[in-house]
């Protein structure tokens, strides 16, 4: 979050203070303007008497679009974006469409029609893909997708229709508040150290060893996973970056590919196991934070 200050209670903000752009954490009940010129929008409310004071409902950042006022809560359920890449698990199978749960208010939807079928074949979904549905995907696998569409109920559209997404095997998945996942153009990064990694939007991380990830032929349908063993060395990247990722979450630094792997390499001195100590982990974090103000990368991210 960038450019946030915390204020006092007493503290008013006026228009010109909202038209810098500048953002600000309030608490529930705190009072954001008095001026009547805007617009409630969510995390907001009004008592409707003859006060005119504008109060937030959640604990938050204020922004500010034109006229209208919200609150984007600090810890919440995921809210879906056009676009957006998310990690889930497949939660029930039903009639041409699969149920995922994506860590959000209501689950998401994978229709038949919106998955490559193994063979690559462009064609109508039949009877028999329907009847095979739970041989592509059956209840407790992960996968990858994007969102498409978010529909007017808040329920969210994926497809899987790239060899990018698919089925997710032989890794190790991570699960943050999807606050503190920074939005970028690409969300999977195939890392320096020897593994990639899917920073999903929904808060769902997956890692993974380069050499497995998703070594599929074309036409695949992105179902048809390695069962290769993993080698010892790729485990110990694997659980190194899970314990970096833990660290740095648990101290609310902003993930993206550039500080986990500042905080990876700051991790080399210790042992993966001695990562779950709190000074360790607090000396992995100020490091990180030191490394991304020397690279001017993150600019009050962190």
């Given amino acids: 979050m960038s450019n946030i200050t915390i ?9 010109n203070q909202y038209e810098t752009g500048t953002s600000y954490l309030v608490t529930p009940g705190d009072v954001i303007t008095e001026d009547t010129d805007y617009m ?21 950042v204020v922004e500010r679009i034109n006229k ?56 109508r979904r039949s009877a028999t893909d329907e009847l095979n549905m739970r041989s592509y995907l059956n209840e407790g696998d992960l996968i990858s997708a994007e ?27 991570v699960i943050v508040s999807p606050s503190l996942i920074k939005r970028r153009k690409n969300h999977i990064h195939n890392l320096s150290c020897g593994a990639s990694i899917i920073l999903a939007n929904n808060g769902y991380i997956w890692i993974y060893t380069t050499q497995h ?45 550039t500080s986990i792997l500042y905080a990876y390499e700051a991790s080399m001195s210790y042992k993966v196991k001695q990562l779950l100590d709190d000074e360790v982990c607090d000396e992995i974090v100020n490091k990180t934070i030191y490394l991304l103000q020397q690279a001017n990368v993150g600019n009050s991210e962190y």
């Fill in 7 to 15: 204020r006092l209670p007493s503290t008013r903000r006026t228009q």
């Fill in 40 to 60: 409630r929008g969510h995390g907001t409310y009004c008592t409707g008497d003859a006060d005119d004071k504008l109060y937030s409902s959640v604990a938050g």
């Fill in 68 to 123: 209208l006022i919200c609150v984007r809560a600090l810890k919440s359920r995921y809210t879906g974006e056009v676009g957006d890449i998310v990690v889930g698990r497949v939660k029930e199978v039903q009639q041409k469409r699969w149920k995922i749960e994506t860590n959000s208010r209501l689950d998401s939807i994978l229709q038949l029609s919106s998955v490559n079928l193994p063979g690559g074949e462009l064609r």
């Fill in 147 to 173: 969102v498409p569409q978010v529909n007017v109920d808040g329920i969210l559209s994926l497809h899987t229709r790239s060899l990018r997404y698919g089925k997710l095997s032989q890794g190790c998945l």
């Fill in 213 to 257: 990830s998703s070594q599929t032929e074309e036409g695949d349908g992105g179902f048809i996973i390695s069962n290769e063993s993993i080698p010892i060395e790729d485990r110990e990247i694997i659980c190194r970056l899970r314990n970096c990722i833990k660290c740095l979450a648990k101290r609310s630094v902003v993930l993206y590919d």
